[in-house]
């Protein structure tokens, strides 16, 4: 199957443009970046797409093997890249999809030019050392509760994750979470709440900018700020916004920090 099928890839912007590849987190869709990746398509050929399981992706290609790791969704990242010819590319991807990136650049790295990591987490949950933002019964807690009731889990993540003040992108993600297929959902969800990408970081090899939230319950400062300390000549940028969504609750802002930081290491 083509990943362009596969994925639901979508294209805009001038062909000769710089691409920026955009890639949505958990329980979400491309339908996310919709206040954010137009506003790069004047100058840039703008792709976004969505995971398999979630959107407008061909279920049937969802593969449990394939996707019990983070590596089957970077493997899409670059299928989706060479597919469609495309070097130098500006990936930019929320929450676990960062992730994604690190392990899509470690794979091919001739295929990118740049990365921006919007609320980033390589571990989310706490171990001796390392402060993740959730204990181990914190994370066993959500994924139960996610397994007995979804639509009661998603009620309750969604105010969560949308942060303080955002009751609109609370409903919205809520929505989305419900769409989501519940066998994708289950397998996605323990995927990125046990997932472990600290020993990748220092791997990095492209000009890369840690977005990072305030306020953001899944994704701590601490963890930005050490996402940003262990990803080389990387550069941190701390939004106003709220809550894990910015590209959502102040996509102005978040657009706003991504140009300057292209503007930064294309000067």
Not at 254 to 265: D, G, K, P
Request: one cysteine or more.
């Amino acid at each position: 199957m083509s990943a362009i099928t596969r994925n639901c890839v979508r294209v805009s912007g001038p062909e000769a443009g710089r691409p920026m590849l955009f890639a949505h987190g958990f329980g979400c869709d491309q339908t996310m970046w919709r206040a954010v990746a137009p506003g790069f398509a004047a100058d840039h050929r703008v792709v976004t797409f969505d995971h398999v399981g979630s959107g407008g992706s061909d279920i049937s290609a969802y593969d449990p093997q394939r996707y019990g790791s983070l590596r089957g969704y970077a493997d899409d990242v670059v299928d989706i890249c060479r597919t469609l010819e495309l070097t130098d590319v500006v990936y930019v991807g929320h929450s676990v999809s960062a992730m994604m990136g690190v392990l899509a650049v470690a794979q091919a790295p001739e295929l990118f030019g740049a990365m921006v990591m919007v609320g980033p987490s390589p571990r989310y949950v706490d171990e001796q050392g390392y402060s993740g933002g959730f204990s181990r019964a914190d994370v066993a807690a959500l994924l139960d509760s996610l397994d007995s009731n979804p639509l009661q889990w998603s009620a309750a993540l969604a105010p969560v994750v949308a942060g303080p003040g955002n009751p609109g992108v609370a409903e919205e993600l809520a929505e989305s979470f419900c769409r989501t297929d519940p066998t994708v959902a289950r397998q996605f969800a323990r995927v990125t709440f046990l997932s472990d990408n600290r020993a990748d970081l220092p791997g990095v090899c492209v000009p890369t900018l840690v977005l990072q939230c305030s306020e953001d319950a899944i994704a701590p400062e601490a963890v930005g700020r050490y996402v940003h300390e262990n990803v080389p000549g990387s550069v941190f940028t701390k939004l106003s916004a709220t809550g894990h969504c910015p590209h959502l609750s102040a996509p102005e802002e978040t657009t706003a920090a991504i140009r300057a930081f292209l503007r930064r290491i294309e000067s």
